[in-house]
């Protein structure tokens, strides 16, 4: 299945990987979205909360864990754990000048941004091939009452392409109509 309407600005931290529902209700084993709105912001600041962080500098490895939350203009994130890895010769966490390479969501995974909503139980965002997975038993992808649910969900941020798998049976979609009128 193709869905052609753009999802808002993603965070290089906090994709929303939201899948914009407006399509016909359709059962399939997998489904694909080109989702062009998918993009990075990099020019927008970072804000980041968590009951503990513990940065290992030799490791170049941030672990935040204990309610976190990182919210990047209209987007939010939370999890239980988020461990940033990061690169670069003389770089800092704590000063700002890293380059994030991948970062590990764990522990009940939820994203926002404006109507859209993402959850499950893992995340994983690699920077260096643009890719953001969320996985589980169940990932919800939702816009107002519009629900999309699978087990995996892969979206290119470079083109916006997503996919949602099943979880060994088939995507499970609920379109509500009168959401189609809103647009």
């Known amino acids: 299945m193709i869905l052609r309407r753009p999802l808002h600005n993603a965070a290089p931290m906090i994709v929303a990987a939201v899948l914009s529902l407006a399509a016909s209700p359709?059962?399939?084993?997998?489904?694909?979205?080109?989702?062009?709105?998918?993009?990075?912001?990099?020019?927008?600041?970072?804000?980041i909360e968590s009951?503990?962080?513990?940065?290992?500098?030799?490791?170049?490895t941030a672990y935040f864990t204990g309610n976190v939350k990182v919210v990047q203009g209209t987007t939010t994130m939370r999890a239980g754990k988020m461990t940033v890895l990061y690169t670069g010769e003389g770089s800092s966490m704590t000063s700002?000048?890293?380059?994030?390479?991948?970062?590990?969501?764990?522990?009940?995974?939820?994203?926002?941004?404006?109507?859209?909503?993402?959850?499950a139980q893992k995340g994983e965002f690699d920077m260096a091939s643009q890719t953001f997975i969320l996985t589980g038993e169940?990932?919800?992808?939702?816009?107002?009452?519009?629900?999309?649910k699978g087990c995996k969900?892969?979206?290119?941020?470079?083109?916006?392409?997503?996919?949602?798998?099943?979880c060994g049976g088939r995507v499970e979609i609920l379109l509500d109509p009168k959401s189609r009128q809103q647009q």
């Open 138 to 148: 169940q990932v919800v992808l939702s816009e107002g009452t519009n629900v999309f």
């Open 26 to 47: 359709v059962l399939a084993q997998a489904t694909t979205s080109q989702m062009e709105g998918m993009k990075l912001s990099n020019d927008e600041p970072i804000q």
């Open 153 to 166: 969900l892969t979206v290119y941020m470079n083109t916006g392409e997503a996919r949602l798998d099943a």
């Open 96 to 119: 700002g000048n890293a380059d994030i390479d991948k970062i590990y969501l764990d522990d009940k995974v939820l994203l926002t941004s404006g109507t859209q909503q993402a959850t």
């Open 51 to 60: 009951d503990q962080l513990e940065i290992k500098e030799q490791e170049k």
